[in-house]
């Protein structure tokens, strides 16, 4: 469904790219879910879910950056992308991207990724190209596959590292000629302050995976892929959290195992509108909580064969809804407006 064609694109930051142009058109009802139910204030009922982009060697963590324009990776390429929401073109941004899969961009317009190929796993800016490394290890041991990254106003980076699954485990350890592998960290979440070292400021949860910050910034969450809770934090003025505690519950299940035990939420990627509400991408689609978070109901997307992994608003006025996982990129047209303070 896919077309790559060669083609020169403007890029995200304003320059130029040659690049490989992919258009997608939208088929019936991704994964048999034709419309959305309707969520007051948040989406119409009977709005179309549409399928945009499919094909692609993965398709995580779409971002909507300032200027209107969406930004996605490609993890099993190794590549990063960039949407054009009025035309649906995709031109290649980043080559060679470290097997990013989360992205964010701080206020001097570089993209912050998380990399997660093995044996070069770190956090760094992956645009413009040859950006500064933020963080490689955690006290001298390698991180193991570094997931969602976002970036704070004062440069400060939060990420999660959830580290493997049983699957990811079995492939790598094909990849290596069935060494076995090296003892690895233990999933986490981190804090970078700028120009400082990873601090580790979460090891309770089976599999961290999402994070996001609230409008105000004084609030951190992360989802867990293999449990029902999303967990915040009050962020400190150093950066660092406290008060530790469940902020919504998810209801969504995935009917994927991924042998980590736990609930099968498969709670992945994150994302907020202007009025706070928390969206977060869920084995039952994209769930959406109140900034109390209360439950409020779920768009009934799915992204076969798998989940859903991560969603963005972009587009004009940030009003479209984007969901990515297994390779393709969905829309679906929102009343929310996402939140205009920053990219992510």
């Given at each position: 469904m896919t077309r790559i064609s060669c083609a020169v694109a403007l890029c995200v930051l304003g320059l130029q790219t040659s690049a490989d142009v992919a258009k997608g058109q939208a088929p019936p009802a991704p994964g048999g879910a034709v419309v959305a139910a309707d969520i007051p204030g948040v989406v119409k009922a009977g709005t179309a879910i549409e399928r945009i982009v499919t094909g692609l060697n993965g398709l995580d963590d779409p971002i909507g950056l300032m200027d209107g324009t969406?930004?996605?990776?490609?993890?099993?390429?190794?590549?990063?992308?960039?949407?054009?929401?009025?035309?649906?073109?995709?031109?290649?941004?980043?080559?060679?991207?470290?097997?990013?899969?989360?992205i964010t961009q701080d206020k001097t317009g570089r993209l912050i990724s998380a990399q997660a190929w093995d044996g070069s796993?770190?956090?760094?800016?992956?645009?413009?190209?040859?950006?500064?490394?933020?963080?490689?290890?955690?006290?001298?041991?390698?991180?193991?596959?570094?997931?969602?990254?976002?970036?704070?106003?004062?440069?400060?980076?939060?990420?999660?590292?959830?580290?493997?699954?049983?699957?990811?485990a079995d492939e790598l350890v094909k990849r290596q000629g069935g060494k076995p592998l090296s003892p690895r960290l233990p999933p986490a979440v981190y804090y970078v302050r700028p120009g400082g070292r990873p601090v580790r400021i979460e090891n309770r949860m089976i599999r961290p995976n999402g994070i996001q910050l609230s409008r105000d910034e004084k609030?951190?969450?992360?989802?867990?892929?293999?449990?029902?809770?999303?967990?915040?934090?009050?962020?400190?003025?150093?950066?660092?959290?406290?008060?530790?505690?469940?902020?919504?519950?998810?209801?969504?299940?995935?009917?994927?195992?991924?042998?980590?035990?736990?609930?099968?939420?498969?709670?992945?990627?994150?994302?907020?509108?202007?009025?706070?509400?928390l969206y977060v991408a869920t084995g039952g689609g994209v769930e959406v909580l109140s900034p109390q978070g209360r439950h409020l109901g779920a768009i009934p997307v799915k992204c076969p064969p798998a989940d859903c992994q991560n969603i963005a608003f972009s587009g004009p006025e940030k009003r479209t809804l984007y969901i990515a996982g297994a390779g393709s990129l969905y829309r679906v047209a929102m009343v929310a407006q996402g939140f205009t303070g920053r990219p992510k």
């Amino acid at each position: 469904m896919t077309r790559i064609s060669c083609a020169v694109a403007l890029c995200v930051l304003g320059l130029q790219t040659s690049a490989d142009v992919a258009k997608g058109q939208a088929p019936p009802a991704p994964g048999g879910a034709v419309v959305a139910a309707d969520i007051p204030g948040v989406v119409k009922a009977g709005t179309a879910i549409e399928r945009i982009v499919t094909g692609l060697n993965g398709l995580d963590d779409p971002i909507g950056l300032m200027d209107g324009t969406l930004v996605f990776s490609e993890p099993g390429a190794r590549r990063i992308h960039r949407l054009d929401p009025r035309t649906n073109q995709v031109s290649v941004l980043v080559g060679e991207s470290n097997e990013s899969h989360g992205i964010t961009q701080d206020k001097t317009g570089r993209l912050i990724s998380a990399q997660a190929w093995d044996g070069s796993t770190r956090i760094a800016v992956v645009y413009p190209p040859g950006g500064e490394v933020l963080a490689a290890n955690f006290e001298g041991r390698p991180f193991s596959r570094p997931n969602d990254v976002i970036v704070a106003s004062n440069g400060g980076v939060y990420f999660t590292d959830p580290g493997l699954t049983v699957q990811q485990a079995d492939e790598l350890v094909k990849r290596q000629g069935g060494k076995p592998l090296s003892p690895r960290l233990p999933p986490a979440v981190y804090y970078v302050r700028p120009g400082g070292r990873p601090v580790r400021i979460e090891n309770r949860m089976i599999r961290p995976n999402g994070i996001q910050l609230s409008r105000d910034e004084k609030t951190l969450y992360v989802s867990d892929s293999n449990g029902a809770d999303v967990i915040a934090w009050d962020i400190q003025p150093d950066g660092l959290v406290r008060n530790r505690r469940v902020f919504g519950t998810l209801t969504g299940r995935s009917l994927r195992d991924n042998g980590l035990g736990g609930i099968k939420t498969f709670a992945d990627g994150m994302t907020i509108d202007n009025d706070g509400r928390l969206y977060v991408a869920t084995g039952g689609g994209v769930e959406v909580l109140s900034p109390q978070g209360r439950h409020l109901g779920a768009i009934p997307v799915k992204c076969p064969p798998a989940d859903c992994q991560n969603i963005a608003f972009s587009g004009p006025e940030k009003r479209t809804l984007y969901i990515a996982g297994a390779g393709s990129l969905y829309r679906v047209a929102m009343v929310a407006q996402g939140f205009t303070g920053r990219p992510k």
